[in-house]
T-cell receptor, first 111, second 111 residues
Framework: GQNIDQPTEMTATEGAIVQINCTYQTSGFNGLFWYQQHAGEAPTFLSYNVLDGLEEKGRFSSFLSRSKGYSYLLLKELQMKDSASYLCAVKGDTNAGKSTFGDGTTLTVKP | DGGITQSPKYLFRKEGQNVTLSCEQNLNHDAMYWYRQDPGQGLRLIYYSQIVNDFQKGDIAEGYSVSREKKESFPLTVTSAQKNPTAFYLC??????????FGQGTRLTVV
């Protein structure tokens, strides 16, 4: 089966750096995605990792270790608008083409 | 502009009624998905389709039905067999094994 774990809530200060972790156990692996979801809105894509290592995109970076079943999303220079839920999703078996989502981490950025 | 459109944004259903949620995309994506999201939780897959005239059950398909007669359209019917249908429903599309693009969601309430 598929199992994805992320912390439920995190709080950080404006201007700081925060790291949101995600661990997964899936049958097969074809990529890990991070999405941002503001309250009441649809998720939007942030990053994609399929090989081990760090992917950087502006203030956001995502890391993957396939051997450890582990990823993190790093947010730098936090802004108030970064307050949102961050969803980790894994594509397992290639036959499915579908993603399994974690329950999300609600990040609150305080001034 | 390319995108994915869901309608309606809000929907009220009486107990015992079937309702159909619309999802249309003009991104030329082969894969389409329906997710359900309950408060404070992640996304759970209801149905997905990788190609026209073919679809598969996700993790929580009971009480739901879909069709995929056209590449652009993937409507979801919530039947009276779904005992707890009040939720936020999200439709998404993607190129296989890449990130999903989400519609703005339909919030369904049973009255």
């Amino acid at each position: 089966g598929q199992n994805i774990d992320q912390p439920t809530e995190m709080t950080a200060t404006e201007g700081a750096i925060v790291q949101i972790n995600c661990t997964y156990q899936t049958s097969g692996f074809n990529g890990l995605f991070w999405y941002q979801q503001h309250a009441g809105e649809a998720p939007t894509f942030l990053s994609y990792n399929v090989l081990d290592g760090l992917e950087e995109k502006g203030r956001f970076s995502s890391f993957l270790s396939r051997s450890k079943g582990y990823s993190y999303l790093l947010l730098k220079e936090l802004q108030m608008k970064d307050s949102a839920s961050y969803l980790c999703a894994v594509k397992g078996d290639t036959n499915a083409g579908k993603s399994t989502f974690g329950d999300g981490t609600t990040l609150t950025v305080k001034p | 502009d390319g995108g994915i459109t869901q309608s309606p944004k809000y929907l009220f259903r009486k107990e015992g009624q079937n309702v159909t949620l619309s999802c249309e995309q003009n991104l030329n994506h082969d894969a389409m998905y329906w997710y359900r999201q309950d408060p404070g939780q992640g996304l759970r897959l209801i149905y997905y389709s990788q190609i026209v005239n073919d679809f598969q059950k996700g993790d929580i398909a009971e009480g739901y039905s879909v069709s995929r007669e056209k590449k652009e359209s993937f409507p979801l019917t919530v039947t009276s067999a779904q005992k707890n249908p009040t939720a936020f429903y999200l439709c998404a599309s993607s190129i296989l094994n890449r990130e999903a693009f989400f519609g703005q969601g339909t919030r369904l309430t049973v009255v």
